[in-house]
Nanobody, 125 residues
């Protein structure tokens, strides 16, 4: 069982930056593939970025490419999402997710077994 806790959300003006963190319990974090998803009111949950166990493979939604960076520190059992040049349309609840068999990256929410509780990101115009 893996427990995930997100932090770092908040209110920021357009053009600003935030860094989200996702800290996992358990000793097998380094073997897990991870992802960040977001869900805005009235919309479906969507992939933001995904990363494999080593951090050597990543994938991004087109809407965040060049602005967001996903990374992980396996020694700290933590994954990060650095968000720069934020836009009002980035406003959503952001969730981190994890699954075993982490050599690949996974872009669909149904591929993930474990989810955090979410952290709100609000970007004002």
């Amino acid at each position: 069982q893996v427990q995930l806790v997100e932090s770092g959300g908040g209110l920021v003006q357009a053009g600003g930056s935030l860094r989200l963190s996702c800290t996992a319990s358990g000793r097998t974090f380094s073997s897990y593939a991870m992802g960040w998803f977001r869900q805005a009111p009235g919309k479906e949950r969507e992939l933001v970025a995904a990363i494999n166990w080593s951090g050597g493979r990543t994938s991004y939604a087109d809407s965040v490419k060049g602005r967001f960076t996903i990374s992980r520190d396996n020694a700290k059992n933590t994954m990060y999402l650095q968000m720069n040049s934020l836009k009002p349309e980035d406003t959503a609840v952001y969730y981190c997710a994890a699954r075993s068999s982490g050599t690949a990256i996974y872009i669909y929410s149904y591929s993930y077994a474990y989810w955090g509780q979410g952290t709100q990101v609000t970007v004002s115009s």
